[in-house]
């Protein structure tokens, strides 16, 4: 009998592939692997930038997270076939430079760079002229700006396909279905001995590990609803940015990341609709308008592609890791965070990091919620 | 032999449509047909509520066309077997309303209405409020309007569709490659006696139809320019609007065009760039950002398709259609105006119409920019 793996985003399939380099036979249950919010995801590995009040655990399982990155990029390009190092998946770490717009959103960063600076967080304030140094396209009108000089990202697009060529170089199947339900002994609160198909079928499992993301309630009761994000993907001859630029235009967030082969990534919405992929003209606009703001050169710039994904959210915007009654494992609810915390949740499920009081797996463990039915 | 149409655009499908009912033998040549600026195009017959300052010929070739627009529509869908009637290319006549957004917008619009009182059109000028009882989803800030009730519009991608049906029902040949040359007896200023295929063949004709759109000027002597226009479609539950609505948004040009099955048409830019066919961030954004100002509720509704085309332009916006020397006729330059003056540049080179003095032949001829070659 093997694990099973339901959901074959960047985190089922960052935990089928440690598994499976541990010699533990799974299976990953998907109908559209690499689909869903990782093929939306922008792909920032920015725990500092992101840092908001309400949110330590977070920044600590995203600093953790971060440090796993290079070598975690690095294993899976070697075991793809990929070229040597981190570049097969496009990992960058020449930082991310918040910046703002108008003078209400420089008040803002100049209290989140005391809110940093009081956590010990390695950023550099500097003046609108040193962003513009920094990076040259920017608008006149950017105030200021914080730079993260440990930041990172990554193509979140690369990182699933290496994952897939990476299990099927292990022989690991990948059943292109969905799964519509769990299968437990002695009904609803007992263990987990596998799940149902689509079209009926039973697939029996040693553990069930539930890499569902927003779809992760329909089929265990954990806390985690969707959270809508709209992204666009221009096309740059040549590259505008050199780094993660996030922004805030009169209050409103916007980020551009750009890539190796050209592409600049600007997201994303965040919208509680439920289960809606629909990309509309409203969401459309505003990441245009807020992007124009920041980076006037983008006007000129091919669009490639717009999507909508659904992140899975949880009540705390921390992640839902660990087991979960006999059979269960979860993996589920990294909202913003997937890519980010991909290798680090692979770690915990995998029982290669956790343990310690007060760590990772504290910190994500499903028990904050209480029974999970 | 045969005639051959070089571009299978709504105006050589057209041409081609009108001379096979005729009898007469013809072949259709276009790597894409029913692709170009028939497939971007918004589909909108408004001679009137186009009007401007310096084009009364066009106008006058615009009204004519769109008198010809309902038996056109009719005969086409009875030959491609569509539901009778003109509803099978969604021919509609609901007219358009031409609106003001600022004060300067306003002030354009009554010097437009006093122009259009001379004409002699038959143009409503109408509040603001008046706008939002015809149009209730019109923004509060909408200033006042101009109702044209007689101009329509149509469904371009059903009539092209449509065209290609009838024309299969009629056995026409549609040779799907590119024509790289018109072949002529001796030398360059010959008559011309077919066509050269991409790869080299060679096409036998009669006659020569050059309905090539903006890639005429490649292959004959004619003052046609790409003019390039991004156009995006929203999917929309219900129907926001029940009429086409034109806009001025600070000087700013936008229309919105609904169709029957949902759809709602957003355009255009109107870009001099050469043949480029890049959606660009810049274009998307300003035709988001005006259909906003004029109908907020667009906000809401989901992105269907967003493409860019090339208008041919002609340098006094008149298009080019009549005899250039032997063998080559000439069905081009159509610029904004395809779609509404298809019917009649059919009729023009099918010899259904035209002939008397300061008619639309004489208006559309070849000879007013002297020798074509």
Redesign the interface.
Known sequence: MVEVIVGGGIVGLSVAWRLARAGRPVTVVDPDPAGGASHAAAGMLAPVSEVTYTEEPLLRLGLASLRRWPAFAAELAADAGLPEGAGGVDLRAEGTLDVAFGADDLAALDELAAFMDKLGLPVERLTGRECRRLEPMLAPSVRGGLLASGDAWVDPRRVTAALLTALERRAVPIVRTRVTELLREDGAAGRVVGVRLEGGAELAATTVVLAAGAWSAGLAGVPVRPVKGQI?R?RSPQPLLTRCVRGSVHGSSVYLVPRGDGELV?GATQEELGFDT?????G??EL??D??ELVPG??????AD?VAGLRPGTPDNVPIVGPAGDGLVLATGHHRGGVLLAPLTAALVAGEAGGEEGGPAALCSPARFGEIA
């Open positions: 666009l221009l600007v629909r990309v509309t003209a409203g459309l606009y245009l308008r992007a124009r983008v006007t000129e710039l091919e669009l717009v």
